[in-house]
């Protein structure tokens, strides 16, 4: 009996001192830190998808989500200005067709603001940034297509009974 209890704490020390042999060797610390390094590779993945995500939304012309909007404001301000540009430009382009008084007039106002644009993307100048001019391009495609949508489903009442009123399309 006394063999056994013996044995069982020879045993028991050695495990201790295997234990704190590892410990010595990979401290507690280093394993944390290996952690939460392999935490912040994951949140800058998780980062870098949002905003891939994010830039693809601009990329198709569509409108961000204002948490979409604060994310971007708060991780990348310069696409965040880049995104507040193309909102100013899209608003006043918005503006442009609801001024017009027929859909010859709208798809007029498209026209040269789809060429503007593509003067703009075909300059050879070094301040052109290609990826806002697309934004651009797509965020007025966009546009446009959602001004014929509303259009069509009587959204926009006040053009449509003004068309109306002066015989137009």
């Known amino acids: 009996m006394i063999n056994g209890s013996v044995n069982n704490y020879v045993q028991q020390q050695n495990l201790w001192q295997k234990a704190e042999a590892?410990?010595?060797?990979?401290?507690?610390?280093?394993?944390?830190?290996?952690?939460?390094?392999?935490?912040?590779?994951?949140?800058?993945?998780?980062?870098?998808?949002?905003?891939?995500?994010?830039?693809?939304?601009?990329?198709?012309?569509k409108r961000l989500t204002g948490a979409e909007k604060d994310y971007l404001r708060k991780s990348s301000?310069?696409?965040y200005r880049k995104y507040q540009q193309i909102e100013a430009?899209?608003?006043?382009?918005?503006?442009?067709?609801?001024s017009a008084k027929t859909k010859a007039e709208a798809a007029q106002i498209h026209q040269m603001k789809i060429a503007q644009l593509y003067g703009e993307c075909n300059s050879i100048t070094p301040t052109v940034d290609g990826d806002l001019a697309a934004c651009r391009e797509a965020a007025i495609r966009e546009e446009y297509r959602e001004h014929q949508a509303r259009q069509k489903t009587g959204r926009d009442k006040r053009?449509?009974?003004r068309n109306a009123t002066h015989g137009h399309e």
């Open 89 to 98: 430009e899209r608003s006043g382009y918005r503006k442009q067709l609801k």
């Open 77 to 79: 301000p310069d696409m």
């Open 159 to 161: 053009t449509i009974q």
């Open 22 to 61: 590892k410990l010595k060797q990979n401290p507690p610390d280093s394993d944390g830190q290996k952690i939460s390094q392999l935490v912040t590779q994951m949140n800058e993945a998780g980062d870098k998808n949002r905003l891939a995500a994010i830039m693809t939304k601009m990329r198709c012309g």
